[in-house]
């Protein structure tokens, strides 16, 4: 089990490479529209700062629980994936709706 200095590490870690994976995954997913000139530079940096909010805040939470769960590794390893997915799905799901409002 980890203490408390070494679970508040792994999250920060999380988060940090949670926000990484998402600005990427962002930046390759409009990298062809910024390259003809159908995305703005402003637009596409903005959805890469949403999507590494989104992807940070994912990754921290579904870690700081499977570490909540550290001595039974198949639960935690469904855990990360579980919550990683249904994470995405209600993020992208309440702006979805807060920008049709």
Sequence with gaps: MAT????GRLVSRA???GAMAGAGA???NQKKALQQGQVANQTMVLD???????TAAISGASTYAAEKMADKPGLSLLTILSVGAAGIYLLD???DTKNEK
């Design 4 to 7: 408390n200095s070494n679970s």
């Design 15 to 17: 988060l940090l490479v």
């Design 26 to 28: 962002a930046l390759v």
């Design 48 to 54: 890469m700062a949403k999507m590494a909010v989104k």
């Design 93 to 95: 799901h309440y702006l």
